[in-house]
């Protein structure tokens, strides 16, 4: 299927690995030109290279911290309108909901809440003139279904999703819409390294304790990071326009009910 993506613009945040980078390689694939940030200058690089490679499409970086006005001023300094916005950050510490302080509290909202709303308040009037605009959110399974030791991530997650919600059924008649894709677990870094633990504690590897999670879920393993790319293209399609304010879950069917 041609997604009618080819020579369009993207803007792809925190995608140097996991699932930032897989959206952005799934997009290149598309002939997207893309512009991928991430803190890690040397991995960022790195990631465009193999992208380029990969593809052969334009792929520019923008290093630092996209929570931050600066990194986001130098994003957008290189895409000042792209025709896809990709929002994603890096989530916040797990942790019992009495040792959370306050800054902990607005580092949280500013990460997943306030930098995708900043973003996509820069770019969403560009989109609505020229009458195409993609926007997709990376957010979490624990907005569908809370995990208590992440709550600084339900709250703050739950709070974009609340938002946007609104705003999408603002902007879609001008055929910008704004979906999130709601990952379950992935094999990514974070996994790893939240696995990690695990795999001490139980005296496994890693990859027995990736494998021992995904064995707990109907689809019997865990997410493929281009499984989540692909979808993210998806939404970005030309013929996505109809597709509005939604909350697509990729979890291996983890999430269990009827429907929704
Ligand atoms: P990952 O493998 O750790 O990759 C995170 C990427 O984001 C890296 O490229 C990292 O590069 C970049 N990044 C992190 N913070 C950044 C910042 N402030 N500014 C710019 N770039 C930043 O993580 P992932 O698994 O892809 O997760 C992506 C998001 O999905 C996270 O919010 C995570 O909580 C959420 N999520 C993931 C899963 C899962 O199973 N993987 C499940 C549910 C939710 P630098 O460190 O160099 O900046």
Do not use: Y
């Amino acid at each position: 299927m041609d997604l009618g993506l080819t020579g369009k613009t993207a803007l792809i945040c925190a995608a140097s690995k996991g699932l930032g980078r897989a959206c952005a390689l799934a997009l290149a694939r598309e002939a997207v030109s893309i512009v991928i940030t991430g803190r890690g200058a040397e991995t960022l690089e790195a990631t465009a290279a193999e992208i380029r490679a990969l593809t052969g499409a334009s792929v520019r970086t923008a290093a630092g911290d996209i929570t931050t006005e600066a990194g986001r001023a130098a994003a957008l300094a290189l895409l000042p309108e792209p025709d896809i916005l990709i929002n994603n950050a890096g989530g916040p510490p797990p942790g019992d909901f009495r040792d959370f302080t306050d800054q902990m509290w607005h580092d949280a909202l500013n990460a997943n809440m306030l930098t995708p709303i900043a973003l996509i308040r820069e770019v969403i009037d560009p989109m609505i003139a020229k009458k195409f605009g993609r926007i997709v959110n990376i957010t979490s399974g624990s907005v569908k279904s809370p995990i208590p030791s992440i709550g600084l991530s339900n709250g703050a997650r739950a709070g974009l999703t609340g938002f946007v919600a609104g705003l999408a059924r603002q902007v879609a008649r001008h055929n910008v819409t704004i979906n999130n894709l709601l990952p379950g677990p992935f094999n990514t870094d974070r996994l790893r390294t939240t696995e990690a633990r695990a795999a001490t504690a139980a005296g496994i590897s890693v990859e027995d304790a990736i494998a021992k999670r995904g064995a707990t879920l109907p689809a019997g393993r865990v997410g493929d990071p281009e499984e989540f790319g692909a979808a993210c293209a998806f939404l970005c399609a030309a013929h996505s326009g109809f597709i509005v304010g939604q909350n697509l879950l990729l979890d291996g069917g983890a999430f269990n009910s009827t429907m929704g």
